[in-house]
């Protein structure tokens, strides 16, 4: 079994910035498939970004693209996502997932239902 713990939520003012990190417990193998997705009250869950770590693959919503930066960091098991230029619209419980040895693909952003490993989430809350 893969456990996930995200961290770095927080409250910020538009335009600030907060990085989110997400921690498994299993080693990251190239191929495995690391997405950021996020859900607000009301809303239905969306992908943010994705990452295929072996092979520096990533795929980003048209709504982050440009702010948003998701990487694996030297740190072992450790991915991350950089968000500059927060807008009140980020507001959102971001959640970390793990799909193992399938590759990453662009569909995957609108299917969070195939990632199998989550973690519980981190609170972002972006002022105006």
């Known amino acids: 079994q893969v456990t996930v713990r995200e961290s770095g939520g927080g409250s910020v003012q538009a335009g600030g910035s907060l990085k989110l990190s997400c921690v498994l417990s299993?080693?990251?193998?190239?191929?495995?498939?690391v997405g950021w997705f996020r859900q607000a009250p009301g809303k239905e869950r969306e992908g943010v970004a994705l990452?295929?770590?072996?092979?520096?693959?990533?795929y980003y919503s048209d709504a982050v693209r440009g702010r948003f930066t998701v990487s694996k960091e030297n740190a072992k098991n450790t991915v991350s996502l950089q968000m500059n230029n927060l807008k009140p619209e980020d507001t959102s419980r971001y959640f970390c997932a793990v799909r193992g040895g399938g590759h990453c693909y662009n569909d995957h952003l609108r299917d969070w239902s195939i990632f199998p490993y989550w973690g519980q989430g981190t609170q972002v809350t972006v002022s105006s």
């Open positions: 990452i295929e770590v072996g092979y520096t693959d990533y």
């Open positions: 299993t080693i990251v193998q190239p191929t495995d498939c």
